[in-house]
């Protein structure tokens, strides 16, 4: 009698190449890091704008700069601190230059910023574009590099969720007693005018 129990087809296990196992590990490294880079610049931070420390008086007076005096004015104040390789350069546009880590790699970048001033005389530079080899990286997530890897001033402040660094003016370290607020920064007209005039209770 013939036996007509079905039997199973027996599968061929095929063992898997190292290339499979390369890619999905590195599909999972790429994945995590991009999970926690957009939780880490999801973080709210508060930027204040503070209220000039320019006392109310007649003896205030405005500096006229352009853009080779103000580049000179940003190394001289950056000299004091470890810049960790990033410099701001003022051309047609406010430029930010400096290099990034990924997934064990370091990237050149450059970042666009356009300015503008507050009502209380500081200064807010929004990124507008980045470019970082060929990485499509988000400007948010560079930021926050940036804000974790540099030992910033005080008087900067980096809000990578809004893409944002902030100057507060009241935080600049001057001497004589005397403060210093923006007024105008055209760079079409190449014109950067500052109003400055003694601290509050300086005389």
């Not at 000039?52 to 950056?78: C, G």
């Not at 410099?87 to 990237?107: C, P, W």
């Not at 969720?161 to 009241?170: A, E, G, N, R, Y």
Request: aromatic share 12%; no cysteine; hydrophobic share 45%.
């Amino acid at each position: 009698m013939v036996d007509k129990t079905l039997k199973r087809p027996q599968f061929l296990k095929r063992k898997q190449s190292p290339w499979f196992w390369s890619f999905w590990s590195l599909l999972g490294i790429i994945l995590l890091t991009g999970i926690f880079l957009f939780h880490i610049a999801a973080q709210p931070a508060a930027m204040t704008d503070h209220r000039s420390k320019i006392a109310t008086s007649d003896a205030t007076f405005d500096v006229s700069l352009n853009k080779k005096q103000v580049n000179a004015l940003v190394a001289y104040y950056l000299s004091d601190y470890h810049a960790n390789g990033y410099s701001f350069r003022v051309e047609n546009n406010i430029m930010m230059y400096g290099s990034a880590k990924f997934l064990g790699e370091n990237f050149k970048f450059g970042m666009m910023l356009r300015p503008e001033i507050t009502k209380n005389g500081n200064v807010i530079l929004t990124a507008q574009k980045l470019a970082i080899g060929n990485l499509p990286l988000p400007i948010s997530a560079v930021l926050q590099y940036v804000k974790t890897s540099y030992d910033a001033p005080k008087f900067v402040e980096i809000n990578p969720k809004k893409k944002q660094i902030f100057i507060d003016m009241t935080q600049l370290p001057v001497t004589q007693g005397m403060s210093f607020r923006a007024k105008v920064i055209d760079m079409k007209s190449d014109s950067f005018i500052f109003e400055g005039g003694l601290a509050n209770g300086k005389k």
